[in-house]
């Protein structure tokens, strides 16, 4: 079945640091994908997503790129702030069926 | 603009206990779901909808019961609270068309002891 796997946490970074959380995904042809962000004590919000191979998403600094070779889809950030500190999932969703989750990562930024 | 709103917030049951999570939204998605956030274990689909009258089950549907009679309304009944039911529990909603994103409520904390 589909699955989603995601580096394990906690990911522990100075302000301005370089963050980059892997993400692979196991699916039959070719489905969606999407970068959540939760904040703590909050639900999780749609942080950017890739519908087809080679597409780029891209939001509040973050961006991933869909790489149908690698089967990866994993969530970059040029240079993090404290107020990044969050859970973020990695999912998938195919012909539109529900989305499937990875376990989370959890990073923490400090100043 | 609400979006998906849950109630209530935080809850605490006893064992054997029944409970009604609420769940509503706005935005007339016919695609409504129920997960729960287990610490390290990512998001469990439980029970999901395509539309008023219709309803099927996720991942883990066990000890639990919906019901869709409107396109706003998905409540999530506990009948007997187990301890192992401890969880928060996310509901989320999205439109029919492709892959459209769901949007999540905040949440509701509960705790069975």
């Known amino acids: 079945g589909n699955s989603v796997t995601q580096m394990e946490g906690p990911v522990t970074l100075s302000e301005e640091a370089f963050l980059t959380i892997n993400c692979t995904y196991t699916?039959?042809?070719?489905?969606?994908l999407f970068w959540y962000v939760q904040y703590p004590g909050e639900g999780l919000q749609l942080l950017l997503k890739a519908t087809k191979a080679d597409d780029k998403g891209s939001n509040k600094g973050f961006e991933a790129t869909y790489r149908k070779e690698t089967t990866s889809f994993h969530l970059e950030k040029g240079s993090v702030q404290v107020s990044d500190s969050a859970v973020y999932f990695c999912a998938l969703t195919q012909a539109g069926t529900a989305l499937i989750f990875g376990k989370g990562t959890t990073l923490s930024v400090s100043s | 603009n609400a979006g998906v709103t849950q109630t209530p917030k935080f809850r605490i049951l006893k064992i054997g206990q029944s409970m009604t999570l609420q769940c509503t939204q706005d935005m007339n998605h016919n695609y409504m779901y129920w997960y729960r956030q287990d610490p390290g274990m990512g998001l469990k689909l439980i029970y999901y909808?395509?539309?008023?009258?219709?309803?099927d089950k996720g991942e883990v549907p066990n000890g639990y019961n919906v019901s869709r009679s409107t396109t706003e309304d998905f409540p999530l009944r506990l009948e007997l609270a187990a301890p192992s039911q401890t969880s928060v529990y996310f509901c989320a909603s999205r439109f029919d068309q492709g892959n459209q994103p769901q949007h999540f409520g905040d949440g509701t904390r509960l705790s069975i002891l």
């Open positions: 909808s395509v539309g008023a009258g219709i309803t």
């Open positions: 699916a039959t042809g070719y489905p969606s």
